[in-house]
């Protein structure tokens, strides 16, 4: 039983009790999930909307458990930020994506980056930025192959500080965008403040090209935004040629979505890089 509600007590609906036990089981499980091997990254593409080329890979998590079973990172990432998890997998997924882009350089693709989503709960330990520093050493990848996708709850809080991690991030040659930009908590005045190198217009913004003004509207002013402030953009789940005509008519720098690549294993990407000649 649960306190709420006018009358005092009210009872767990099935609902809920069905996804609080299953948080318990997937926090439960995630405990394993590194050291059995569950975890994998795929990579999917970024496209410079002016030439069709490659300029990045993002890299996007996913878990497949001992029975089998998908859990899909919106499912299980609130879940490790809350339980502290995420450290953990963060970290792996650094280790993994760093040595990946390090492989794929000694194989001679030289000119993209490999993007990188991390949380706010990592980005706000101690450690991160040297985890950062250690970890472009360790593998000898030069940080400017890396891009690191934060959202805007890392400016939560203390803005002025994240605002000078980020400069040492920056100092390290990484890049740095706004992941899901604009669906979160607005930190418009700190946008100039911040060493960002692009923007990442949310899907559900790209979604409704074609069907709602105002998500146009929304796109429109995000690419002129980062135009104002000297910095390029992103556009994720770009679906159709309609999107992408859209996208770029407006000025988009980028986009990533299913029109270009799904998510590839990482052992498929080299030749989709050849065969866009990068
Ligand atoms: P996100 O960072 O916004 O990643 C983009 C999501 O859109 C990915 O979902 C990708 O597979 C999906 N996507 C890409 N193109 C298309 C498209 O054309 N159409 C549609 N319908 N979807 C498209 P995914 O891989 O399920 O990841 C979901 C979210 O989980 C990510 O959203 C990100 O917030 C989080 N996530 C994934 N991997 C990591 C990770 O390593 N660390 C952290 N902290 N979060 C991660
Ligand atoms: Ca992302
Ligand atoms: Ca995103
Ligand atoms: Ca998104």
């Known amino acids: 039983a649960k306190s709420g509600g006018r009358n005092g007590w009210r ?12 948080r318990l089981v997937i926090e439960f499980d995630l405990r394993r999930a590194i050291v059995n091997e569950e975890m994998t990254l795929r990579y999917q593409p970024q496209m410079e909307l002016a030439s069709g080329r490659i300029t990045g890979v993002e890299a996007l998590l996913r ?21 502290g998890q995420i450290i953990e997998l963060g970290r792996w997924v650094l280790e993994q ?3 990946a882009r390090k492989q794929w350089l000694d194989e001679g693709h030289k000119h993209f980056v490999v993007a990188v989503n991390v949380s706010f709960v990592q980005f706000w330990r101690d450690d991160f930025v040297d985890e950062v520093r250690t970890t472009l050493a360790r593998h000898g990848l030069p940080g400017e192959l890396l891009e690191i996708e934060l959202t805007e709850r890392v400016a939560m809080g203390e803005p002025e500080l994240a605002v000078r991690m980020m ?10 965008s706004i992941d899901d930009f604009g669906t979160g908590y607005s930190s418009l005045s700190y946008l100039n403040t ?19 003004s105002s998500d146009e509207a929304i796109c429109r002013t995000i690419i002129q935004l980062a135009g104002t402030i000297g910095i390029g953009t992103i556009a994720e789940g770009v679906e159709t040629p309609h999107h992408l005509a859209f996208l770029a008519q407006n ?18 990407l080299p030749a989709e890089l050849m065969r866009r000649g990068v």
């Open 11 to 22: 009872y767990f609906n099935d609902e809920m009790a069905r996804s609080a036990s299953e």
């Open 63 to 83: 878990w497949q458990r001992e029975d089998g079973s998908h859990v899909p990172p919106d499912r299980f990432i609130p879940i490790a930020e809350e339980s």
């Open 97 to 99: 994506a760093v040595a």
């Open 167 to 176: 400069r040492t991030l920056k100092g390290l040659g990484v890049r740095l």
């Open 194 to 212: 911040m060493p960002i190198d692009a923007l990442k217009i949310d899907r559900a913004f790209i979604r409704n090209i074609g069907l709602e």
């Open 251 to 268: 000025g988009c720098t980028a986009g990533q979505g299913y029109l270009f690549a799904h998510p590839l294993f990482g052992c498929d």
